[in-house]
């Protein structure tokens, strides 16, 4: 069975454009988060979406934004990219909400310059 | 505020000895717990979890231990391999409703041959 799948790998964006993250969960898994994992330290939690709707944000500011469509897919999207938003762009399913296993992708590097 | 914290950035072992990774979390109404392994450039693999209503949990070579009195959680990996050599975070899930999963910095284990 395939795990979690993210796309692109990695990308380069330059400051102050909008990229989009994509990212299909296991097969079953009707819950998908996102994380961002700047070097050096562990993921941050930026959103879980669950059956289509938004379940959990983190502390991001409202340039990142993300939807969940109907075949459990996900995007993640940040709009006026900074030089911090330079990170491995994680994304994670499950099975369900709460306190369920939480399988990652192997994420998208994002270098803004 | 939550936080989860680790208390040895790097562990260095020889290779077939027992390795012992330990975390400190400091939110006492989280229910769910759950050890992940990271290689250089790959996302977090699921190591193993545990529930608040246990305080040990086996598995492959593995188990976790679970103090909830002082709040400690402990990975520890039997005949250490070469293979084990990665970056382990201990994570929290503090919020039963939905999945917020809180990540310390991580431990370097490094396996010698």
């Known amino acids: 069975d395939a795990g979690v799948t993210q796309s692109p790998t990695h990308l380069i964006k330059t400051r102050g454009q909008q990229v989009t993250l994509r990212c299909s969960p296991i097969?079953?898994?009707?819950?998908v988060s996102w994380y961002q994992q700047v070097l050096g330290q562990g993921p941050q939690f930026i959103f879980q979406?669950?059956?289509?709707?938004?379940?959990g944000r983190g502390n991001f500011p409202d340039r990142f934004s993300a939807r969940q469509f109907p075949n459990y897919s996900s995007e993640l999207n940040v709009n006026a990219l900074l030089l911090g938003d330079s990170a491995l762009y994680l994304c994670?399913?499950?099975?369900?909400?709460?306190?369920?296993?939480?399988?990652f992708g192997p994420g998208t590097r994002l270098t803004v310059t | 505020g939550e936080s989860v914290g680790l208390h040895l950035p790097t562990l260095s072992v020889q290779e077939g000895d027992n390795s012992i990774i330990n975390c400190a979390y400091s939110?006492?109404?989280?229910?769910?717990f759950i050890w992940y392994k990271q290689e250089s450039g790959k996302g977090p693999q699921f190591i193993i979890d545990?529930?608040?209503?246990?305080d040990k949990r086996q598995g492959q070579r593995v188990t976790v231990l679970l103090n909830k009195t002082v709040k400690h959680l402990s990975l520890q990996i039997a005949a250490t391999q070469p293979g084990d050599s990665a970056v382990y975070f201990c994570?929290?899930?503090?919020?039963?409703?939905?999945?917020?999963?809180?990540f310390g910095t991580g431990t370097r284990l490094l396996v010698s041959p």
């Open positions: 994670a399913s499950s099975a369900g909400t709460g306190s369920y296993e939480q399988y």
């Open positions: 979406y669950y059956e289509k709707e938004e379940r």
């Open positions: 545990i529930r608040s209503n246990m």
């Open positions: 097969s079953g898994h009707k819950s």
């Open positions: 994570a929290e899930n503090p919020l039963g409703g939905f999945q917020k999963l809180v």
């Open positions: 939110n006492s109404a989280s229910d769910y």
